[in-house]
Every structure is written in C-alpha cells, then in structure tokens.
C-alpha cells in the first residue's frame, strides 16, 4: 500500500461548521490530490497540489480551500460545511513526471466518510 | 454529458467466467488510461495502467485501449468471488495532466 494515511476516517458535523481533512504521505511525492466521490458521479477532483504552497483548482473546488505546508501533508477545509458537502474523500498522491521519467499514476488512501447534517 | 461513461451495472458472473468491463470517452486528449478495483469502505486501488493502443496483460487482467473507438476494456479471467468489487476507469490527459477524469464505476458481483 501507498503510504497514504487520511484522518478523520469518519465525522459527522452540522451544517455552517469549519472542517479540515489531513492527508499524510510517507512517500516523498511530490504531486497531491483531493477527490470527492458521490454515487453516479465517480470521483471528482476538488484542488491539487504540484509542491509545497502550490496549489491549483479542480473541477469541484467551490466551497473548498486547501494547503500544503510540507510535503507530506496536504489539508482540505470546508470553511462553512453544506449538506451537498456531505461525500467520501480521497486523498491521491504521484511522483513527479520529470523525476519519474512520465506521466505516473495515482495513487488513494482510503477515505474520510463526512456527513454534514 | 460526462466525458467518461461506464455502466454502474451490478455485473454478476459465476465463478471462473470472464468478467468484461468497459468504458467510452468522448475526447480525444485523453491518451493515459486506468482500470482501479475499489472494495467496499477502501479507497481505488490501480490494477492497470497503459498509454498504448492494444493490449496490455498481468496476470489474469487484461487492458485494452482503442483510440481509434474511445474505447478501453478490462478483462478478468478466471473470475474470483475475491474480484467482487467496484472498477473504476480512469483518464489521463496531456493538456491538464494529473487531473483524471474517472468512470462512475461498475459493481462486479462474482457468485461462488
């Protein structure tokens, strides 16, 4: 397994609260990503990280913020928490294209369950 | 329209057969493809991985990827109650590398 650890793996929380998910690598990678996945929808990608304070939007990124202070730790904050908010959340994690010689894949942890009642 | 579509199914096969997945996609930027397995509470797992046109095998798994279609496959011989899981198809572009854009996933039920 990828040394991906998500925490919490579980919260439930009320709507219009702050909420902030940690995803810790233990791989040194230098690209990082947070998904959502809904029923019907797959998973969808929130922000993305290509280095420390480097981050950039994905498709889903309204409602979310995200930071990356070292390599191996990449936050995401809901700043007022939405019941449409209310998914799994993946955390992915790829080398470098440059380092690695090509495009690489990602790679998951697995999950936190939020539920935003 | 998504540009990715895979059917949710469930797909259940018995033991042994040949599990045949598939999704279709609609741009033709994608050039990297993906097959995930995902188990039930646990995150997607890559199982294939290939840039190529043509076939691409490990162990019991097989990719296929037609460009010229935008059309990729996964193929499981020798179907395990243990393969019981949702596959996710997966997509890599070289405009926007990084940014996959994934199937809904198909459940693959494989009864004993």
């Known amino acids: 397994d990828a040394g991906i650890t998500q925490s919490p793996r579980h919260k439930v929380t009320e709507t219009g609260t702050p909420v902030t998910l940690r995803c810790h690598q233990t791989?040194?990678?230098?690209?990082m990503y947070w998904y959502r996945q809904d029923p019907g929808h797959g998973l969808r990608l929130i922000h993305y990280?290509?280095?420390?304070?480097?981050?950039d939007k994905g498709e889903v990124s309204d409602g979310y913020s995200v930071s990356r202070s070292k390599t191996e730790d990449f936050l995401l904050t809901l700043e007022s928490a939405t019941s449409s908010q209310t998914s799994v959340y993946f955390c992915a994690i790829s080398e470098s294209a440059e380092i690695a010689g090509g495009n690489q894949p990602q790679h998951f942890g697995d999950g936190t369950r939020l539920s935003i009642l | 329209q998504k540009e990715v579509e895979q059917d949710p199914g469930p797909l259940s096969v018995p033991e042994g057969a040949i599990v045949s997945l598939n999704c279709t996609y609609s741009n033709s930027a994608f050039q990297y493809f993906m097959w995930y397995r995902q188990y039930s509470r646990k995150g997607p797992e890559l199982l294939m991985y290939?840039?190529?046109?043509g076939n691409k095998e490990d162990g019991r798994f097989t990719a296929q990827v037609d460009k010229s279609s935008k059309y990729i496959s996964l193929f499981i011989r020798d179907s395990q109650p243990s393969d019981s899981a949702t596959y996710l198809c997966a997509m890599d572009r070289t405009d926007s590398w990084g940014k996959l854009q994934f199937g809904a996933g198909t459940q693959v039920v494989v009864t004993p």
């Open positions: 290939t840039y190529s046109s």
């Open positions: 791989e040194n990678h230098r690209y």
């Open positions: 990280s290509y280095g420390v304070k480097d981050t």
